[in-house]
């Protein structure tokens, strides 16, 4: 598998209601998400108001997680609840949600119907080693698949190729194995897997 090293020089920073939003991947390539016509799109908003809306997003689903800070979400008649960092929550997009708290999180936003996804929080030790393998759907509607692996903190190696705080691994056509990933540092990483047909 090929792996991409992805850097804040890549990345596309917006604004949206709560504060900003990094865009870190988005499929397919030069696809632009205020055309809402993307298969998917990675990203890391920095939330900086105390409450505030999320961009209703009705043909997608959604992941989200925190990666530093605290937030507490709100999900349409739901409870309000918190959210731990590197905890997955998936809902609608086009359910009504509220946040509190300032935060950095973690987004994977997939078209319904034409993808699907997981993302997983993982922590490293210093000097460490661990496979992941991306989990398999069944039944398993969409065959390609494409592999992120990014850094929240410290440091993480795949393949070769060495992400730092920030930035991320991203292998647009894996294939379902293994992956070792080994950290010198200690890391936080969002691992996320998409299947697309």
């Known amino acids: 598998m090929e792996w991409t090293l992805l850097t804040q020089e890549q990345y596309v920073t917006t604004l949206w209601s709560g504060g ?3 865009q870190l991947a988005i499929a397919p390539e030069g696809a632009v998400y205020a055309d809402r016509d993307f298969l998917w799109r990675l990203s890391s908003a920095k939330v900086e108001l105390p409450h505030s809306d999320f961009t209703p997003l009705p043909d997608y689903n959604r ?5 530093n800070g605290e937030m507490e979400l709100k999900i349409g008649d739901g409870e309000r609840f918190p959210l731990e960092p590197l905890q997955v929550c998936a809902f609608d997009g086009g359910v009504p949600v509220e946040s509190w708290g300032q935060c950095a999180d973690y987004n994977l936003m997939m078209r319904k119907g034409a993808c ?3 993302a997983q929080g993982l922590k490293m030790e210093k000097e460490s080693s661990l496979t992941w393998s991306a989990p398999v759907f069944a039944p398993q509607a969409h065959q390609n698949l494409t592999l992120a692996i990014y850094c929240a903190q410290g440091d993480v190696t795949v393949g ?4 730092h ?3 991320m691994l991203l292998c647009r056509e894996a294939s379902q194995e293994w992956v070792e ?6 890391a936080a990483l969002m691992c ?5 047909g």
């Open 116 to 118: 699907e996804g997981c």
């Open 63 to 67: 992941l989200i997680s925190i990666v």
């Open 165 to 167: 705080e920030g930035q």
């Open 181 to 186: 990933l080994k950290s010198q540092a200690g």
């Open 160 to 163: 070769g190729v060495t992400a």
């Open 192 to 196: 996320a897997a998409i299947y697309y």
């Open 20 to 22: 900003t939003t990094t």
